[in-house]
């Protein structure tokens, strides 16, 4: 009688891991998009009713999201993706930004060695050279089925016919427009007021559009397109040429791939860190049982955050765009490093950050990047990350061409030792190359369990992207939640510096904090910003997918 005593929560434990979560978000019986905005996820789900497939949907998705969505969606900036194939096959794209050829080590410093405050974060002299076309045109080449009329039609149409304001909108459009009339002049286009219920149209953008349309990639980077761009970059003091377009080229680069229990992880390489990161993280969470401790449990988030102080402090140390340093992964992944990293864990007390090494880097970058997540009916599926950098990137927008321009430039370590916009001082390995890709925390990711497709997952955030991805994973998996019920789930976030554990504001008791702080940690108290939109999507035990779209955000699933 005691041994079935004993037995019988076990039993229940292991019979609620076998029963997943029924779905709270979207449920669609073939293919879904879930972005930032309802426009651009109707657009991708239109192409694959008509015969596309998730690489076709892909380049609408991220169009749609450069017209309906400026504040980080784009034609003037870059990101990763990462995709996994019915058959299994995968791979990842890296069409992140470059630096111009003509840039070097110490650009952003003045004579006497000082960084020029704004000289990597805001105008042309932010820019770097842009990938967001590169990337969107190989992707299609290689695995896009439609013609590309067909996929980019709708997207000129809705550039043409113009996007509702929604009211998140509207209020980032107010709180960026003096700076938007500080860099371009009073005429330029978002110098106007636009409120919530507004239309944007955008023809320039349209025309734009319709010159990649006609000569595909060599309609951005070569011809009037790029003439256009380099004239007014430069014109505004910044670095890119024509050459700089010419040269440029998105990479195919192997995902970072590792086993957490019966899951399969698929995610970005470097340049991104975000791969190597959460491979960190997983890998030194993996010996406990953590479904036992709870959702958002004291022990849970101790756990977690113990493994990502470790896991950042090497982030921040070692990785960079791997063309141009050595990268030791084979020793950051291997398990018996990984071990001995954590062997000073303990329940009952904080680590704290000074006592794990590597010196004194701060990870704060920018927060507003874009992703999207993709399931078409063949199960092919792709996870996405593009971004700007800063909100409408470097604020510099061309009225001819009709968009913003991205300020990454400030991504890489301007100075070693000294903090870029978001507080991030960098290390060598993240030093200003002609041609180097800047580190990035953008983690696309894509969940295999046992063998199958299991979920699409990523989210905007910059430092913050990483743990989000992870949380999101961890709710799902560990913790039984729906795809829509992991996404809305409080998140919380630590980097290893400044030692703090920010808690997103709601949904977290303070019996919680009060148990973390008796054992050392720091809390950061007062206001706190969302921790990433996470943008997700499920595959149920019936093959139809639960899409997870963030309330923090306009965020929307379509499907069908």
């Known amino acids: ?73 784009n034609l003037g900036g870059g990101g990763f993706m990462v995709y996994r194939k019915s058959n299994g096959d995968i791979g990842g794209l890296d069409y992140r930004e470059k630096a111009p050829l003509s840039a070097h080590k110490d650009m952003y410093l003045d004579s006497l060695g000082n960084v020029v405050p704004n000289m990597s974060t805001v105008g042309a002299t932010a820019v770097g050279v842009p990938g967001t076309i590169a990337g969107v045109i190989e992707v299609h080449q290689k695995f896009g089925t439609l013609p590309l009329r067909i996929i980019m039609e709708p997207v000129i149409a809705l550039a043409n016919k113009g996007v509702v304001v929604t009211e998140k909108q509207g209020e980032r459009l107010e709180k960026h427009r003096n700076q938007f009339v500080e860099v371009n002049g009073d005429s330029t286009k978002f110098s106007t007021v636009y409120k919530m219920g507004d239309t944007i149209k955008y023809p320039a953008l349209a025309t734009t559009l319709e010159k990649i349309l006609l000569h595909g990639r060599d309609g951005f980077y070569k011809g009037e397109v790029a003439q256009k761009l380099a004239s007014f970059i430069q014109e505004q003091g910044g670095y890119i040429t024509e050459e700089d377009l010419a040269q440029y080229e998105a990479k195919w680069r192997a995902p970072i791939t590792f086993d957490y229990k019966d899951l399969r992880i698929i995610t970005m390489s470097p340049p991104s860190s975000g791969g190597v990161t959460i491979n960190q993280i997983f890998k030194m969470m993996e010996p406990y049982n953590i479904a036992r401790f709870g959702h958002n449990s004291p022990k849970t988030i101790q756990l977690f955050t113990e493994a990502a102080r470790r896991a950042y402090a090497d982030r921040n140390f070692f990785l960079g765009d791997p063309d141009f340093v050595d990268i030791p992964l084979d020793v950051l992944l291997d398990d018996a490093y990984l071990a001995a990293r954590f062997s000073d864990f303990s329940f009952e007390k ?30 092919n599926a792709i996870s996405a990350t593009t971004t700007l950098n800063g909100a409408y990137g470097s604020k510099l927008y061309s009225d001819e061409l009709g968009f913003f321009f991205n300020n990454e430039m400030d991504d890489f370590s301007a100075k070693p030792g000294v903090p870029n916009m978001y507080g991030l001082i960098g290390a060598e390995a993240n030093s200003i190359a002609p041609q180097k890709r800047m580190l990035s925390s953008m983690t696309p990711t894509i969940v295999e369990k046992e063998g199958q497709l299991y979920m699409v997952v990523g989210t905007p955030g910059g430092s913050t992207i990483i743990t989000a991805v992870a949380q999101t994973i961890l709710s799902v998996y560990e913790f039984n939640l729906s795809m829509q019920e992991a996404v809305n789930a409080p998140r919380f976030h630590h980097q290893w510096l400044p030692d703090v554990i920010k808690f997103e504001e709601e949904g977290f008791p303070e019996a919680v904090k009060t148990a973390l702080q008796s054992k050392g940690y720091e809390i950061l108290e007062g206001r706190t910003p969302v921790i990433g939109k996470v943008d997700a999507i499920r595959v149920l035990p019936n093959g139809s997918l639960e899409g997870g779209a963030d309330k923090r955000g306009d965020d929307t699933a379509a499907g069908f």
């Open 1 to 73: 009688m005691r041994r079935l005593i004993f037995l019988l929560p076990l039993i229940l434990l292991v019979n609620c891991r076998q029963q997943p979560a029924p779905p709270t978000g979207l449920v669609a019986e073939k293919a879904m998009v879930v972005s930032a905005r309802e426009e651009a996820s109707k657009i991708g789900v239109e192409i694959m009713r008509q015969g596309g497939n998730a690489f076709d949907a892909m380049v609408a998705t991220e169009l749609a999201l450069a017209v309906a969505y400026p504040y980080a969606g």
């Open 350 to 379: 904080a680590t704290p950050s000074e006592e794990v090494s590597y010196g004194a880097v701060e990870v704060v970058e920018s927060m507003e990047t874009t992703h999207y997540s993709i399931v078409d009916s063949e199960g």
